[in-house]
């Protein structure tokens, strides 16, 4: 058994089955452990934002990290953006980054880097593993930190002597991973005062997003009178009929102030204190009004599910019927494409447990108030904002949940970041419906540009903000891929085209012309 063998072997041991990779000449000795054990299923991305940015869609739908492969400094820094939107979704993944042999590394080979100063920025865990005797127990502990409250990044570089040496140390066991904290009484009574007091709000991420906390913070809500909040971009929403409503705090920052402005107090749960993306001139950073109380009753390592359970007994919500979205699509709009019908069309369609994975920026505006109360659903948007996100969590929430539609939207801009993703989707067969919004532009920054202050764009400032000349070509480029694409230009095409790919299996990419 080599070095790299025992990791492998452990990281099955500690419940890591599959891995998302892209290899080179130092990783091979664990391509060839990655071949030995049948258990583990290895996909294999053509960019490492796609593995890094799948591993971030894979933890989010199933709670447990997969491992990334990735080549040294290099491919780890092709990764960083999705390991971005990654630890902001408080996702768990554990990275094995290939690195030099330990006695080449003194010669400086090309490929040589501080990969540890890479890791550092987004790992909690980092560790460069000198010994094959010491590849087991390394795996374990960073399967181990990577589980740890709230969800995290291990970073694990592995010497290529210390992947291809005989390793004498046995498989290790899974180690412990620590429990959440509960949240002081103190916290739980403030809160309830706080909910009593009116004009307050519950602000809900991570964990408590899901339908079953739901629940208890409809029976909340209905109990106080307090309104149900989620940040802009949130790691998985459990929505739909039959589910409880929450708000989401819109992104454009004139709308999210005004939206939270008459609030005068906001708990929060699982999240932070909402704050604008970007700084504007005249404008706050932070969104709740400078009056409004924030009071934290879990912070996001802390065990929200069970703060709100606490939360309810104390005020009293136990008894409380949770107000639950009503099941009433949309019906099929017909005619020119429009924005809200390509929502309505969409919301009419959408099957019951699909996972849908939003980037579509713009020209999804109107989806999240059109698919209310469209059948149960997911919903991943991107907690981090480096965009390139969607088409790779669509890979990883796939890989993840193979009985499940998901419905990739993607905006074009975006898509272009990580356009590899679709080939593993092709070769994987994974059963993805990408609805392509191709508006030729990077259409939101032509709105920042004037919330800024930058005054009106000319010539040469929009040439930065639009993506024609030449247009880009979807249907070929998923074709190329080996991934079947269709373009409408109407609602009527639209809905038939995604009828049928909703109906069928595998990966179909619709390219719709806005
Ligand atoms: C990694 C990264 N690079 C650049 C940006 C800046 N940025 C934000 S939105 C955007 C353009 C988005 O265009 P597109 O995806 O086509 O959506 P649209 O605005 O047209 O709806 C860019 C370049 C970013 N957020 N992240």
Known sequence: MTGADALVRTLLASGVDTCFANP?????????????????????????GVATGAADGYARM???????LLHLGPGLGNGLASLHNAHRALSPIVNIVGEHGTYHRRFDPPLYTDIEALARVYSSWVKTVESPRDTSEAAAAAVSAALSPPGRISTLILPADSAWSESTGPIAAPVPVPPRGKAQDVRVRAAADALRGGKAALILNGPVLRASPLETCGRLAAASGAELLAPTQVPRLERGAGRVFVDRIPYVIDSALKRLAHLERAVLVNAKAPVAFFAYPDKPSLLLPSGCEVLTLADPSEDGLDAIERLAEMLGAT???????PLAPPSLPTGAITLPGLAAVIA???????????ESITSGRGLLPATRHSPPHD????????????????????????????????SDGSGMYTVQSLWTMAREALDIAVVLFNNRAYEI???????????????GALDMLEIGRPDLDWVAIAGAQGVPAVRVETLGD???????ALAGQGPRLIEVMI
């Open 348 to 358: 009419a369609l959408l099957p019951e447990h699909a996972i849908v994975v939003d």
């Open 62 to 68: 199933t709670g447990r990290p997969a491992s990334t």
């Open 379 to 410: 919903w991943l948007t991107n907690p981090g904002g480096a965009i390139g996100m969607g088409m790779p969590v669509a890979v990883g929430a796939a890989v993840a949940c193979p009985g499940r539609k998901v419905v990739c939207l993607q």
């Open 494 to 500: 639209f809905a038939r085209q995604l009828a049928g």
């Open 445 to 459: 920054l032509k709105g920042e540009f004037t919330h800024v202050g930058a005054g009106v764009a000319g010539a």
């Open 24 to 48: 080179g000449t130092s990783e091979m000795h664990l391509v060839a452990a990655l071949d030995r054990v049948e258990t583990m299923r290895s996909v294999l991305a053509l960019f490492e």
């Open 319 to 325: 008894g409380f019927e949770p107000a639950r979205e």
